[in-house]
């Protein structure tokens, strides 16, 4: 029998489920019933005070739990206002507070850099105009001073780096401005930069000032940049005379000091020797006076044998005649460029030597 046949005075489904009017016959839910039970429940708005005063304290509720927190990021202090006055400042993490609007938080990053670029002309100390590209980075130190102490905190900050610089400026000449001292610069800017936000009670702490550009205006830019030019040519000048008398220097203190030793090794020569020669003097001079005859006849002999050691001799043994003289010692030597001579010339030689009867 089908399931949607009649019998028995009821309709039944296929999940077992009596469909008749009236109670949940079977196991499952009666849907039918729920959407009634809800329609009558919503159907009461704005005819009853009952359902809509639930859903506004359940709103409230929700809005007084969501409200009662709140989360500082680690790079944030959060500044607490109760009815807009300050009340206190939270450090970073889960914080609970009053509901709005009684306490509210604003939240101001510390750790953050900002910072802040303007481009000023200004009088120099000896009465010329520079053009200064100056840009200021900053932190916050003070969350409340920061938003209460300040309507637009980048445009103070403007303004007062602006009055710092002119006051540098304008107590230095343009050659210095243009002479690479900008470290000093930006080192005095800064701290007339802090001193007067410390004036304002600003909450800003500078990290950094930086000049990026410092130039004469435009009519004369040529001219100043030809006198940077000469500076840095003679400072190259400089540099390369240094560094030549470094090199110099040494190497003449070197030679002065090698001939130095030359000289005293000379110095102690003559002196050894002179010491000598007296020494062999006062000996041959003893000896003179004991037997002069001798010793003249020996000086002359060793006088003689040094000289002729030292020079060629030739023997005549021709008897009178014609004799052809060969130099056969210089034959026998090496020649001017260093080679020797042949074994023809030197037989030549010892020939032309044995039939003109000559003899070394």
């Known amino acids: 029998m089908a399931w949607n046949e009649p019998g028995g005075g009821k309709q039944r489904d296929p999940w077992g489920r009596n469909n008749g009017s009236g109670g949940n016959g079977g196991n499952g839910p009666d849907f039918e019933k729920f959407l009634k039970q809800l329609r009558a429940r919503f159907g009461r708005f704005g005819r009853g005070g009952g359902g809509l005063f639930t859903i506004i304290v359940a709103l409230l509720l929700a809005w007084v739990v969501l409200s009662s927190y709140t989360v500082i990021d680690a790079r944030q202090v959060g500044v607490v206002l109760r009815f807009g006055q300050y009340s206190r400042t939270l450090p970073p993490g889960f914080h609970l507070k009053l509901p709005a609007p009684i306490e509210h938080v604003s939240k101001v990053f510390t750790t953050q850099v900002r910072s802040v670029s303007d481009r000023a002309t200004m009088l120099t100390n000896d009465e010329n105009i520079v053009s200064v590209d100056f840009n200021v980075q900053y932190q916050v130190s003070d969350a409340r001073k920061f938003l209460f102490s300040m309507t637009d905190p980048d445009e103070t900050l403007k303004e007062a780096a602006e009055a710092a610089v002119r006051s540098v400026v304008g107590n230095n000449n343009m050659d210095t401005l243009l002479s690479g001292q900008g470290a000093e610069l930006v080192a005095k800017t800064r701290e007339a930069l802090q001193s007067t936000l410390d004036g304002y009670h600003c909450g800003i702490v500078v990290t950094e000032v930086s000049f990026q550009n410092v130039s004469p205006p435009d ?18 000048i400089e540099n390369e005379a240094q560094a030549y008398a470094s090199q110099v220097v040494p190497v003449a203190r070197g030679a ?23 020494e062999r003097f006062k000996l041959l001079l003893a000896q003179y006076r004991a037997a002069p005859q001798v010793t003249r006849e020996r000086l002359w002999l060793e006088t003689m044998e040094s000289v002729l050691a030292n020079n060629p001799k030739v023997f005549d043994g021709s008897n009178g005649r014609n004799m052809i003289y060969l130099p056969v010692d210089k034959l026998f030597g090496k020649s001017k460029n260093g080679s020797q001579p042949s074994d023809a010339v030197k037989g030549a ?7 003109t009867g000559g003899g070394q």
């Open 349 to 355: 030689a010892v020939q032309s030597s044995s039939t």
């Open 256 to 278: 002065a000091a090698r001939i130095a030793a030359e000289a005293a090794g000379y110095k102690a020569e003559r002196i050894a020797r002179a010491t000598g020669d007296t």
């Open 219 to 236: 009519q004369v830019r040529d001219a100043f940049d030809d006198v940077n030019k000469a500076r840095e040519d003679k400072q190259r």
